[in-house]
């Protein structure tokens, strides 16, 4: 069936409405980052940059390392912006753009995620490296669309949900486990908490007070089956959920760069999540 103009809205240049990029311009490997900056902080590692292009958060760089072709795209914060980038980026690899028809052949893309993250367990130390092995949402977006859980991610989420009273219905989503292990072998992993915002949802309290006081204890002392609730953070569970549904892979890798139960904070940002780049892109 024919996509209407409504619905997958093209530039009159060709490219997708929001990332302002082609077809030809993605890679089947892509990095996604929160941070605009951070798309530089990536591609200068290699050694050929062919396409840039900015609009408004979204930032995207390809190019090559060695024989390897890559995109670096930033996404801006929140798994609102998660839908949009996702949701374009299979368009511009799975529909033809000239018939607005989904293509015969499915075109697997593998995501990996380079973020910052708040971690939630005390024996886990600043500036370390995690892989969420799964994604927590406790935004709406997997409300809208038809997923459905593992059994094994449906014995996690009934334990979840049985010990937590959560504002808002959540969503769990695992990685994709073979990536995961080949990128983030050495890394830590847990279960990763997607917020919908920095402050309150994460339990932080500035001036306005946070409704939920005591949800640092209770999420850090989750454990079922050996999986602890690790890390917070905005954009996982969002990346997981739309890599599930339409049928790419994707791994999120985190900068521990603060700790919520001890109260410490990194003094190397920088150059712990430089390092972290470095890594990720010394094993892709």
Do not use: W
């Not at 799975?94 to 708040?118: A, C, P, W, Y």
């Amino acid at each position: 069936m024919r996509i209407p103009e409504s619905e997958l809205i093209i530039n009159p240049d060709g490219s997708v409405y929001h990332l302002n990029i082609r077809p030809e311009h993605i890679a089947d490997t892509i990095i996604t980052v929160g941070d605009p900056d951070r798309v530089a902080a990536v591609s200068k590692y290699f050694d050929e940059i062919e396409f840039k292009t900015g609009k408004r958060e979204f930032h995207t760089h390809t190019g090559r390392i060695g024989n390897k072709r890559l995109t670096v795209i930033s996404t801006g914060i929140g798994t609102d912006n998660i839908d949009i980038v996702f949701n374009e980026l299979d368009a511009l690899a799975n529909i033809d753009f000239e018939t607005r028809l989904v293509k015969e052949k499915h075109r697997q893309l593998t995501f990996i995620r380079i973020g910052t993250s708040g971690c939630l367990q005390k024996g886990i130390a600043v500036d370390s490296f995690l892989v969420s092995s799964m994604g927590l949402g406790t935004d709406g977006l997997a409300h809208f669309y038809p997923y459905q859980m593992s059994e094994y991610t449906q014995r996690i989420y009934t334990k979840l949900i049985s010990d937590f009273d959560f504002p808002l219905k959540p969503y769990l989503v695992e990685a994709d486990y073979d990536l995961m292990n080949e990128i983030g072998h050495d890394f830590y992993k847990g279960m990763t908490v997607t917020c919908t915002g920095f402050y309150g949802p994460q339990g932080r309290s500035l001036r306005l007070k946070s409704k939920i006081t005591d949800l640092l204890p209770q999420l850090s002392n989750f454990s079922y089956n050996h999986i602890d609730i690790t890390n917070f953070e905005m954009e996982t569970a969002g990346i997981y959920l739309m890599a599930n549904l339409l049928g790419h892979r994707a791994i999120s890798c985190n900068a521990l760069l603060a700790n919520r139960i001890t109260g410490e904070f990194s003094k190397n940002t920088q150059q712990t999540t430089e390092k972290l780049i470095k890594t990720i892109l010394e094993r892709i």
